[in-house]
């Protein structure tokens, strides 16, 4: 069982780099989460969509961007690393909105 | 825009003894839903409990339970029996129910300590 999958698990990028965090799910969801995390503190929502096609922004979503072709896959794209974007990055999923969401492992990521 | 706010940075709890975690959240919709997940050192997120807003009963999974009042928009939750794989990150979460906006919103996280 697959999952959430998210890829890299770890990364450094220098500052004004590029890069696409990759999330993929396989258990048909809709609803699809990037957040946030810094250490010690809650998880900030990035952006979030209801179903292919369709995003939106989260609390903090100025730095990246995101795109959902398929059902499957919500990448994350950060344009021009900045050392504020060091963290660790969450993919979530559900199915329903009342439903449990499904977490990948996370990706750390640290901007020099 | 909607808040959930956990005002308890840190709590610990002697092992087989009982502590409460509050949360608060900040709504102006009628029909939600309510989480709290654990997140031990491992950084999995993990299900522990949710609650549907339109139910008076409050949920109960084993010796997790919560204390839901909709009207003081509060959501603790309460953990018996305390054992020290409890130890974690605990996080309070909202969901929309609002068509097109079902955003899933977390709390600061409290840091529980189980005593041995």
């Known amino acids: 069982n697959a999952g959430v999958t998210q890829t890299p698990k770890f990364r450094i990028l220098k500052i004004g780099q590029s890069m696409t965090l990759q999330c993929t799910q396989d258990?048909?969801?809709?609803?699809m989460y990037w957040y946030r995390q810094d250490p010690g503190m809650g998880l900030k929502l990035i952006y979030y969509?209801?179903?292919?096609?369709?995003?939106d922004k989260g609390e903090v979503p100025n730095g990246y961007n995101v795109s959902r072709s398929t059902t499957e896959d919500f990448p994350l794209r950060l344009e021009l690393a900045a050392p504020s974007q060091t963290s660790v990055y969450f993919c979530?999923?559900?199915?329903?909105?009342?439903?449990?969401?499904?977490f990948g492992q996370g990706t750390r990521l640290t901007v020099v | 825009a909607q808040t959930v706010t956990q005002s308890q940075p840190e709590m610990s709890v002697q092992e087989a003894e009982t502590v409460t975690l509050s949360c608060t959240y900040d709504?102006?919709?009628?029909?939600?839903?309510l989480f709290w997940y654990k997140q031990p050192p491992s950084r999995q997120m993990i299900l522990v409990i949710r609650?549907?807003?339109?139910?008076?009963q409050n949920a109960t999974e084993n010796r997790f339970s919560v204390n839901f009042q909709k009207a003081a928009k509060s959501f603790s939750l309460k953990i018996s029996d305390s054992q020290l794989g409890d130890a974690a990150m605990y996080f309070c979460?909202?969901?929309?129910?609002?068509?097109?906006?079902?955003?899933?919103?977390f709390g600061q996280g409290t840091r529980l300590t189980i005593n041995p």
């Open positions: 979460a909202y969901r929309s129910e609002v068509q097109g906006a079902q955003k899933l919103v």
């Open positions: 979530a999923s559900s199915l329903l909105p009342g439903a449990e969401a499904f």
């Open positions: 969509s209801v179903g292919a096609g369709i995003t």
């Open positions: 609650q549907e807003a339109y139910k008076q």
């Open positions: 709504t102006s919709e009628s029909d939600y839903y």
């Open positions: 258990m048909n969801h809709n609803y």
